[in-house]
């Protein structure tokens, strides 16, 4: 069972940054993928960023002004936010999906505003 816990979510202005925080258990990055999933009001949930090994995906709507980075002394995966856009509102989910079999965790999800 692997533990995902957010923190970091508030509310910002247009073209404001944010941190989000994903605290993890143990000794988990060499062998699963982990990252950021998010989901708007009355949408499905959309995949943002991920990371396994170095190797890091974002996707289109964030590439350029999001950044996605681990630390493994803290077991923590961060979501660095930058010129953030109303659109960017949603609850953000820390995701790990285990490399081979392909069990996925869930955090509970941290809420970010974007709005004047």
């Known amino acids: 069972q692997v533990q995902l816990v957010e923190s970091g979510g508030d509310l910002v202005q247009p073209g404001g940054s944010l941190r989000l925080s994903c605290v993890t258990s143990?000794?988990?990055?060499?062998?699963?993928?982990t990252g950021w999933y998010r989901q708007a009001p009355g949408k499905q949930r959309e995949f943002v960023a991920s990371v396994l090994s170095g190797n890091i995906q974002y996707s289109d709507s964030v590439n350029g002004r999001f950044t996605i980075s681990t630390h493994n002394g803290l077991n923590t995966i961060y979501l660095q936010m930058n010129a953030l856009k109303p659109e960017d509102t949603a609850v953000y989910y820390c995701?790990?999906?285990?490399?081979?079999?392909?069990?996925?965790?869930w955090g509970q999800g941290t809420q970010v505003t974007v709005s004047s």
């Open positions: 143990p000794n988990i990055f060499r062998f699963y993928t």
């Open positions: 995701h790990a999906r285990q490399a081979g079999t392909g069990v996925e965790y």
